[in-house]
T-cell receptor
Framework: DAMVIQNPRYQVTQFGKPVTLSCSQTLNHNVMYWYQQKSSQAPKLLFHYYDKDFNNEADTPDNFQSRRPNTSFCFLDIRSPGLGDTAMYLC????FGQGDTEAFFGQGTRLTVV | AQSVTQLGSHVSVSEGALVLLRCNYSSSVPPYLFWYVQYPNQGLQLLLKYTSAATLVKGINGFEAEFKKSETSFHLTKPSAHMSDAAEYFCAVSHANAGKSTFGDGTTLTVKP
């Protein structure tokens, strides 16, 4: 029944070692989002894809990249993780322009940079 | 621009007592408003949403919220707290695109036996 699936749930990576987080969806939604949530803080939008169009938030560091090879999958790449990138990363989807009134979130990937 | 303020980073209630979590928003256009719940090491689960229909919105798990435009508020209530309600609650606002939301800082709800 899972609709937005994130893998892995937990990831430990070394300082400076590239890491990729994965998100897939079975909802056929046209928009996919990546949020970063640091400990005891609100989720913060990093970027989103509207179909194949990439939309970066103004304050998202260049160290963060994303790929969306098809409708179902979206990846978050962190090129050189720093200790400050330790956080929960949340993927979400929505159906914008098609009666969109709700976003669906995955279970998150908790990333620890050591 | 849009923003959300959640009053009270921590709220503690006794089991069976009323739950009231406060949310005020700022928006230059009619907003979409959401309440989410987050359990430790989990994603966000939608409790309820306001999208310009009825101002009193009922959600899952007995929660409801009332949109008050004059007060720019969207407070979350539940008549009787249950131990399983202990979690982090986030209020969020967006314009048309529900996924492109601005979140409040969250309120941690503790339920005492």
């Amino acid at each position: 029944d899972a609709m937005v699936i994130q893998n892995p749930r937990y990831q430990v990576t070394q300082f400076g070692k590239p890491v990729t987080l994965s998100c897939s969806q079975t909802l056929n939604h046209n928009v996919m989002y990546w949020y970063q949530q640091k400990s005891s803080q609100a989720p913060k939008l990093l970027f989103h894809y509207y179909d194949k169009d990439f939309n970066n938030e103004a304050d998202t560091p260049d160290n963060f990249q994303s790929r969306r090879p098809n409708t179902s999958f979206c990846f978050l790449d962190i090129r050189s993780p720093g200790l400050g990138d330790t956080a929960m990363y949340l993927c979400a989807t929505s159906s914008f322009g098609q009666g969109d009134t709700e976003a669906f979130f995955g279970q998150g990937t908790r990333l620890t940079v050591v | 621009a849009q923003s959300v303020t959640q009053l009270g980073s921590h709220v503690s209630v006794s089991e069976g007592a009323l739950v009231l979590l406060r949310c005020n928003y700022s928006s230059s256009v009619p907003p979409y408003l959401f309440w989410y719940v987050q359990y430790p090491n989990q994603g966000l689960q939608l409790l309820l949403k306001y999208t310009s229909a009825a101002t009193l919105v009922k959600g899952i798990n007995g929660f409801e919220a009332e949109f008050k435009k004059s007060e720019t508020s969207f407070h979350l209530t539940k008549p009787s707290a249950h131990m399983s309600d202990a979690a982090e609650y986030f209020c969020a606002v967006s314009h048309a695109n529900a996924g492109k939301s601005t979140f409040g800082d969250g309120t941690t709800l503790t339920v005492k036996p």
